[in-house]
């Protein structure tokens, strides 16, 4: 008999796990993830650690952004289970880079890789040093369309450097082939500067054609490159070879020739004047000069002694004339033991430069720093398309901010390097509305809104204002749920799909009905099935209102009661809608509810009919169902 008791009582505590699990399920769908984390912890710890209860326990804290804790369940499944799903396992990944738990996060992606060979989100790690590839492993930002083209000016030889003034763009190229001497490195002619109109005509970029830069002493039989002019567009700084008076080539002792900076004024429409710069010198280069947004500083690039590796960037203070501070190098956040060239400063003081030293896709990179404003600033690798797996330099940005250009020897160029313009488009959208109270039709300030995606991760969170008015701006293509609540209301969601028409405002008003209605609580009817009195799944969702209510109002006083239509013996509905009721009283009771604040549970059977539906008379199940219900009456607040 004992034991028959024991097998009963674990059977019903077996029932009651698995309707306290579909329960939360059910919450989690709706992305109630707080109330699903209170239930699914409920259901583990009455001894219910299955892989789904864990992983969602994962998601709910993943979803809502709390890594440290999503990070513990998926832990504790994979911990557990052998063949967990894999997407469960990219995410414990992403949760221990979050937490900078590198060498956790390295493991278990070698797990991942072994599974999901094929999985594109792997694409870029490096097998020895796989963690610090993550940032590079997209090719693509989900709200920014770049659009990278291959510019029709280029030429079968190196073309690079785009720099663009008043209309003007210029850039270094070896096109010139009545030059007969050619540069030893690649056997191309050496390189001069450039100019060419550019136009903007009814939304396109129009070019002129391509000349030689205007200026009897800028363009020599050796290399000049990468122009940086003034705001005013009376002073140019470019690189050129080291030169003697005559412009011919001088060496150093070892038969190298250097990179020097040379500044020209402009004359007419003409650059004259050149000038070598005095920080320059015969036995190390410097070159690639660009200037601060204010003009007082110049940036450039050398191999001189006391740098950090075979290039770094380098920064002067002008002071008029021919007049600099001393170099100084910009340090260990910008500069490696590798190559540091092409710095270029955009119109916010953002730092542009290309490097192999560091995390890179192969060969030089272009990166982006703050470290102009922020001196703890980190470099950002800019990615692919911008990067690949050749050498990729010479950024320019317009002052849009959303178009530029930047020079590459990728694959499928025109010539061994070749100028790329590049645009980026970001095609937003807008979901607005008004939330209301369902039954009055108010406006309601103060009701929390949460923006979720497809994946249902909460991306945003605002309130409204006092017309009842929310807004969230969203990309375009994307499915959302806007979800609203607040206390003593049942959430209402929406589901909006944008388009890919920019700018576009999508309409998405709630409305909120009220639990409390005068002095009772009132939801939408709980169901039980025929001739049963246990508490269905739908009816806990149900009474989780109640118990939402009680908690908000934790000095509240009700009293349950059931009623049950007429079919059946008087007796019988009596006696069945007492147990119904008791059943209810007890589920809000196992939720945390003291049992003093439930006055009573009584049914009434068949006794209070809300229409003619008595005995013996015929109607509708919809009639019927009318006077099957259950009311909870507020006795005390």
């Known amino acids: 008999m004992k034991a028959k008791l024991l097998i009963f009582i674990c059977a019903l505590s077996s029932t009651f796990m698995v309707a306290q699990e579909k329960l939360a399920d059910k919450f989690f769908e709706n992305y109630s993830y707080v109330k699903a984390t209170e239930l699914y912890k409920e259901v583990v710890h009455k001894g219910d650690s299955s892989e789904h209860v864990l992983t969602r326990l994962g998601d709910c804290y993943y979803n809502n952004s709390e890594v440290e804790k999503a990070a513990l369940w998926y832990g504790k499944a994979l911990k557990k289970y052998d063949d967990v799903n894999p997407e469960y396992i990219f995410k414990y990944i ?38 610090k590839y993550e940032a590079l492993a997209s090719t693509e930002n989900n709200d920014i369309i770049v659009t990278v083209e291959n510019m029709p000016f280029n030429s079968e030889n190196s073309d690079f450097g785009s720099y663009i003034h008043d209309g003007i763009l210029y850039f270094a190229s070896a096109r010139n082939k009545e030059i007969k ?16 109109s550019v136009n903007e005509k009814d939304g396109k970029i129009e070019y002129g054609g391509v000349d030689f830069i ?55 429409n003409s650059w004259e004047n050149v000038t070598e710069l005095p920080f320059n010198d015969d036995v190390f280069s410097t070159g690639h000069p660009t200037l601060s947004v204010d003009n007082k ?39 490696t033991e590798g190559r540091e060239m092409f710095p270029f400063v955009a119109k916010d003081s953002t730092l542009y430069f290309s490097s192999d030293g560091h995390l890179n896709l192969g060969l030089l990179d272009i990166y982006k720093s703050n470290i102009i404003k922020d001196e703890n600033a980190e470099p950002e690798n800019m990615g692919a398309p911008y990067n690949s797996g050749f050498d990729d330099f010479a950024f320019f940005i317009n002052d849009n901010g959303k178009t530029g250009y930047f020079s590459s020897n990728r694959e499928d160029g025109q010539g061994s390097d070749d100028i790329y313009s590049f645009s980026t488009e970001r095609c937003k959208q807008a979901i607005e509305g008004i939330v209301r109270n369902m039954k009055t039709n108010e406006v309601m300030p103060g009701v929390e809104v949460k923006l979720i995606n497809e994946a249902g991760k909460i991306i945003q969170t605002t309130a409204t204002k006092e017309d009842g008015a929310y807004k969230f701006e969203v990309d375009c293509n994307k499915t959302y749920t806007v979800l609203g609540s607040k206390p003593d209301f049942k959430d209402d969601k929406k589901e909006v799909t944008t388009d890919d028409e920019d700018e576009k405002v999508h309409q998405a008003d709630l409305y909120l009905k009220p639990l409390i209605d005068h002095n009772q609580i009132v939801i939408n009817p709980i169901f039980f099935d025929f001739d049963k009195w246990n508490i269905r799944t739908d009816a806990q969702y149900e009474l989780e209102n109640i118990v939402d209510v009680m908690r908000e109002h934790p000095t509240m006083i009700i009293k349950i009661e059931s009623h049950t239509d007429s079919r059946g013996s008087d007796s019988y509905n009596m006696k069945l809608s007492d147990r119904r009721a008791k059943s209810t009283r007890d589920y809000i009771l196992s939720r945390g509810i003291s049992e003093n604040r439930i006055e009573s549970a009584i049914g009434y059977g068949e006794s209070q009919l809300l229409n003619k ?16 219900r259950s009311y909870f009456y507020i006795l005390k607040d």
């Not at 590198?102 to 792997?122: C, H, M, P, V």
């Not at 540069?183 to 100019?195: A, I, Q, R, S």
């Not at 380098?314 to 170099?327: A, C, H, K, L, T």
Request: charged share 30%.
């Open 94 to 131: 992403q949760t221990q880079r979050s937490l900078g738990n590198y060498e956790e996060a390295d493991k278990w992606l070698n797990k991942f890789k072994a599974i999901q060979s094929g999985d594109s989100r792997t694409k870029y790690y490096d097998q020895n040093n796989i963690a």
């Open 181 to 196: 001497k050619v540069y030893g490195w690649n056997d191309e002619p050496f390189l001069d500067l450039y100019e060419i």
């Open 214 to 268: 205007h200026g009897s002493s800028i363009n020599t039989d050796l290399h000049e490159a990468s122009v940086a002019i003034t705001n005013d567009g009376k002073t140019m700084y470019f690189t050129r070879d080291n030169v003697n008076k005559k412009n011919k080539v001088k060496y150093d002792k070892e038969g190298t020739t250097h990179l020097k900076i040379y500044k020209a004024t402009l004359v007419g």
């Open 297 to 335: 500083k110049l940036y450039f690039v050398s191999d001189r002694e006391g740098g950090l590796g075979q290039t770094d960037i380098y920064v002067v203070d002008i002071q008029g004339g021919n007049n600099y501070s001393e170099p100084k190098n910009l340090g260990p956040k910008i500069n």
């Open 613 to 628: 539906c008595a005995n013996k008379v015929k109607c509708t199940e919809e009639e019927h169902q009318l006077n099957r």
